[in-house]
């Protein structure tokens, strides 16, 4: 399993990042604690980071996740779907071309945020949301092509990214939260969790998941069942309707 992933550390604009209710407060200050919290588990868990230079004009940078698809050697650079946070990838192009990565982009009118790309067991799960387009998972379906994986789009109605609803354990499972689960079927077989927040896992390795401290009961039945699981706080990226995938983008051993 891959051990490195490419982060983005949290500008000072942080606190006037999207999001889609009332505005809350956010600590500036504490998000950067937590940022690094996040960061040093990566490399507690055996991680190496490539921090991608930060975009202090853009509030949302922090969620690296989102500008990029990662498949093999192709770095697929998306088009974000908030007009704001389009600035962002030009950084991460340039840093995935310094590692070695070929580079394609999303293109107008395709919209993608990475949020909405799960990608497990040789099929490409992609959310058609508020972000992300048909044309966009059009030409991510094209420019995944030649690697073979299946391109499903999932609807995504009752959150900002598939992601934010859905993701697998190293086991295969598919976890979701509720409001989702009218999907289910698509996915087959998809387990629901007792918290929003236990949707998300950053797999750290096949017996070692990384997840947010506010999904306390659903990560004591992911210890139950056998998995370590790392806790972070991250509720200031929270507020931002931010979660802990989106906070890193693995790459899958680097090109080259
Ligand atoms: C946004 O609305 O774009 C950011 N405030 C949060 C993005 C979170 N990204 C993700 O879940 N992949």
Redesign the pocket.
């Known amino acids: 399993m891959a051990r490195h992933a490419l982060i983005r550390r949290p500008g000072p604009r942080l606190a006037e990042?999207?999001?889609?209710g009332t505005r809350p407060v956010i600590d500036v200050g504490l998000a950067l604690k937590q940022w690094q919290g996040y960061v040093e588990t990566l490399h507690a868990a055996g991680w190496s980071t490539t921090e991608v230079p930060p975009a202090d004009d853009c509030?949302?940078a922090v969620?690296v996740?989102?500008t990029v698809v990662v498949y093999g050697d192709l770095a697929v650079i998306t088009r974000?779907g908030?007009p704001s946070?389009r600035a962002e990838t030009a950084g991460v192009e340039e840093t995935l071309r310094d590692l070695g990565y070929r580079i394609a982009h999303i293109h107008e009118p395709g919209t993608l945020?990475?949020?909405?790309v799960l990608k497990y067991g040789g099929t490409v799960w992609v959310g058609r949301s508020e972000?992300t387009n048909s044309a966009g998972i059009e030409q991510l379906g094209r420019l995944l092509g030649p690697f073979g994986p299946t391109v499903v789009a999932v609807p995504v109605h009752a959150d900002?990214?598939l992601?934010?609803a859905v993701t697998a354990l190293p086991d295969g499972t598919v976890i979701g939260c509720p409001p989702l689960l009218d999907s289910a079927a698509i996915f087959g077989v998809m387990e629901a969790v007792p918290e929003p927040a236990g949707a998300h896992v950053v797999l750290l390795d096949d017996g070692q998941l990384l997840m947010s401290a506010s999904a306390p009961v659903t990560a004591e039945a992911f210890r139950r069942r056998g998995y370590t699981v790392a806790k972070v706080d991250i509720s200031e990226?929270e507020k931002?309707?931010?979660?802990v995938?989106?906070l890193s983008v693995r790459l899958r051993g680097l090109p080259g």
């Open positions: 990042g999207l999001v889609r509030p949302d969620f996740e989102d974000p908030a946070r945020d990475g949020g909405d972000r900002l990214h992601k934010s990226f931002l309707d931010g979660c995938t989106c």
